[in-house]
């Protein structure tokens, strides 16, 4: 050699190196009060700083070596790097490992090479580089003919041997790994992967997946995950060895996540089963609310404290009145002072029973537009533990329903022309009435009113001009008595009122001769302009009667009485008068 004191520094930093590398490997140099176990980048770069400064210590033995001195220097420096370069792959961790080991050695090989090529070996930086190929090629090769190392073998049958009863018969898979290659499994995974047991070592994790795509992407987030110190877990479909597919739940976790690459111990369950019932579960969830976003009705829930809370409806509308009234209580919905209907006493014992429920009648104020009616069907809702939820259900719009029933409901117990009660309602009524004035002692008075020449209106008018009569009457009629009474019609021209709570039996009297008078004037619709003659019945409880059709029959007798006497008059109980305007202030309101 020419010149020794460059070839000795070398050894000197060879030795160092070597030293340094020895003391950052043992178990003492590597703990740390604060590990950075979350800093990925930096762990990397020191998991590869080891290979990086063997490789380039041997590198620079082409730098402070005798390149230059022969031809023979040079083939035994191109020898001895190329050969190191060749024992690397007996020793290295991973191929990442040994790539930087292999580039940190012939790369200054390489440079020389190209600035100074030898005179005998044209085209050498070539050769080297498909020297570096072939020394890869053998380190692949290596890697795929090792077996489980034997630290990492003894490791974990110092800790799971004692226990391999137990872990070949537990449900779930259970593998450990170092890299991309499987060293120990239980019976339960070579059962889920349908292979042999003894078939299993040393074979790729990603032959398991169902694609290389899913395989590189759980891995990536399966070593984010390990460096930093905590468990990965997710679902994926993997691929079992006769080519069907299932979907596996799998969790990670590292044994040493200090070690490069780190022994991984995976547990996996088969959820298969499960994730069919869940997208079960996704598609009638999904055909529900297509179902629902179709429908005329409203979908509706409740909290706990039977509160409004979500309203689904399928139109778009400005200006939902059911959604308007989120965070109130079904029960809470009514008018204000409006008149119960049959079933919304019940609205509030329904939800507050916790019980499912159907057809129930709820009202539902509609701004200054009449009300609509709501037709309620719900079930109760629990959680896993029975705790109450609240109510879900359908609301069905009925409003038109209700409303003809209530049309129906009103012919049956009204005139159609006036609108007055007829005499089923006044029926129901007086006898009402009498059951109230015995127990309070009062009296009832009932006057039964006929218009003596209502036909000679129709005869001059038609009936057209009839009608308009008998609706201007039943108005004079109501005008003449209290808000407590009833104007009832009868017949065509027969009307019946009913007078409550009467403290005298005279007051009766004094009605009928006001609704005389009243009666007497010109009527709008009577084209001759004549007053109309008028003849009123008059019977009173208890003196008269004690029912109510005995009281009917009783004032219809006395109104043909005085029908009989040349109308325009009252015939009571002392007998018949005419009618005579009777001063305003003696007669009851």
Not at 196 to 212: H, K, P
Request: with cysteine; net charge neutral.
């Amino acid at each position: 050699m020419g010149n020794q004191d460059p070839l000795l520094a070398w050894w000197l930093g060879l030795t160092l190196s070597q030293l340094l590398m020895l003391g950052m490997s043992l178990p003492g140099a590597q703990a740390s009060p604060q590990p950075r176990h979350d800093d990925v980048p930096l762990r990397s770069y020191f998991s590869s700083a080891g290979p990086i400064i063997g490789g380039a210590a041997w590198g620079a033995l082409a730098l402070v070596g005798p390149y230059d001195a022969t031809p023979q220097s040079q083939a035994i420096l191109c020898v001895v790097l190329c050969s190191v370069t060749l024992a690397g792959t007996g020793f290295s961790r991973s191929v990442s490992s040994y790539s930087a080991f292999a580039a940190a050695v012939l790369l200054p090989l390489f440079i020389l090479l190209v600035a100074s090529p030898p005179a005998r070996v044209p085209g050498a930086a070539f050769w080297l580089l498909a020297f570096a190929a072939f020394a890869l090629i053998v380190r692949g090769l290596h890697t795929g003919r090792e077996g489980p190392p034997q630290d990492s073998l003894a490791a974990f049958e110092t800790t799971l041997m004692p226990h391999q009863a137990m872990v070949d018969n537990a449900r779930a898979a259970i593998v450990l790994s170092r890299g991309n290659r499987v060293e120990l499994c239980n019976r339960r995974f070579a059962e889920m992967m349908r292979v042999d047991e003894s078939g299993i070592a040393g074979s790729r994790l990603l032959d398991g997946f169902e694609s290389r795509a899913d395989w590189h992407h759980h891995a990536r987030a399966a070593d984010t995950a390990i460096r930093r110190g905590s468990t990965y877990h997710a679902s994926t479909r993997l691929r079992r060895r006769d080519g069907s597919v299932f979907w596996a739940e799998i969790t990670g976790q590292a044994i040493d996540p200090e070690s490069h690459p780190p022994q991984v111990v995976w547990v996996a369950f088969d959820v298969t089963e499960r994730m069919m019932d869940s997208a079960r579960e996704e598609l009638l969830a999904s055909q529900l609310r297509t179902l629902i976003a179709r429908s005329t009705d409203w979908y509706w829930k409740t909290d706990p404290q039977h509160r409004l809370m979500h309203v689904t409806h399928e139109a778009e509308r400005t200006n939902d009145t059911l959604k308007a009234n989120l965070g109130r209580k079904w029960w809470q919905l009514h008018r204000q002072g409006g008149d119960a209907r049959p079933g919304q006493s019940d609205v509030r014992a329904a939800f507050e029973g916790c019980n499912g429920f159907r057809d129930l009648l709820v009202e539902l104020p509609n701004g200054n537009n009449p009300p609509l009616w709501l037709s309620l069907c719900g079930t109760p809702r629990f959680n896993e533990h029975g705790a109450f939820l609240g109510h879900h259900g359908t609301a069905v719009d009925v409003t038109e329903q209700v409303r003809s029933t209530e049309r129906i409901r009103h012919l049956a117990y009204h005139d159609a022309l006036t609108g007055l009660p007829n005499r089923r309602l006044l029926t129901d009524r007086l006898t009402l009435a009498i059951a109230r004035a015995q127990r309070y002692s009062e009296r009832v008075g009932l006057l039964f009113v006929d218009l003596d020449d209502f036909r000679r209106i129709n005869d001059l008018g038609g009936h057209a001009a009839g009608d308009q009569a008998l609706l201007e009457i039943a108005d004079r009629l109501r005008t003449c008595v209290r808000a407590c009474d009833t104007v009832a019609r009868l017949g065509s021209d027969e009307f019946v009122i009913l007078l409550a709570e009467l403290d005298e039996a005279g007051d009766a009297n004094r009605v009928a001769a006001k609704i005389l008078s009243t009666l007497h004037e010109p009527l709008a619709a009577h084209t001759a302009c004549h007053p109309v003659s008028t003849s009123i019945g008059v019977a009173s409880f208890p003196e008269d009667a004690t029912s109510a059709e005995d009281l009917i029959k009783i004032a219809d007798t006395r109104m043909f009485r005085a029908k009989r006497r040349g109308g325009q008059r009252i015939e009571g109980r002392d007998g018949a008068y005419p009618g005579v305007a009777p001063s305003l202030a003696t007669l009851p309101v």
